[in-house]
């Protein structure tokens, strides 16, 4: 696993200092790559995301802090309830909505294959989003 930080030494990463850094929702940051293949993303959540999918890769869900709600058509098994310390893993090509317990603020680790972004192929307004991922 490599860091996005250069350093001269073996140092951990601090995941609470790196969610201090940044305070926009839905705007994941790259906090790690792994074998050049897959990233680690950190991101903070609040209210509803948009509906979309990821038609060429996997999403794994893990729940930092708050309460994520993964939305899915009943067809797909219905909604998924995430707290703190669970993770759920979102198959490749399954229609999903984000979203936070009652508005609350949420944070989230991701994983997923690199170059993936948030917004999937979400279509129509996407107002303030961004269709990227972001540096720490």
């Given at each position: 696993?490599?860091?996005?930080?250069?350093?001269?030494?073996?140092?951990?990463?601090?995941?609470?200092?790196?969610?201090?850094?940044?305070s926009e929702y839905y705007s994941p940051r790259r906090l790690a790559s792994i074998?050049?293949?897959?990233?680690?993303?950190?991101?903070?959540?609040?209210?509803?995301?948009?509906?979309?999918?990821?038609?060429?890769?996997?999403?794994?869900?893990?729940?930092?802090?708050?309460?994520?709600i993964i939305h899915f058509a009943e067809e797909d098994?219905?909604?998924?309830?995430?707290?703190?310390?669970?993770?759920?893993?979102?198959?490749?090509?399954?229609?999903?909505?984000?979203?936070?317990?009652?508005?609350?603020?949420?944070?989230?680790?991701?994983?997923?294959?690199?170059?993936?972004?948030?917004?999937?192929?979400?279509?129509?307004?996407?107002?303030?989003?961004?269709?990227?991922?972001?540096?720490?």
């Open positions: 696993m490599t860091s996005t930080t250069t350093s001269t030494k073996n140092q951990p990463i601090d995941i609470a200092a790196k969610l201090s850094s940044f074998d050049g293949s897959h990233d680690i993303k950190l991101a903070k959540l609040k209210g509803p995301f948009v509906w979309h999918s990821h038609p060429d890769a996997d999403e794994l869900f893990y729940v930092l802090s708050g309460t994520l098994g219905g909604d998924v309830e995430l707290n703190p310390g669970q993770m759920f893993l979102v198959k490749r090509g399954v229609k999903h909505m984000p979203e936070t317990k009652d508005g609350q603020e949420a944070h989230i680790m991701l994983i997923e294959k690199m170059g993936v972004v948030n917004t999937g192929d979400a279509e129509g307004n996407l107002e303030g989003l961004k269709n990227e991922v972001k540096e720490f």
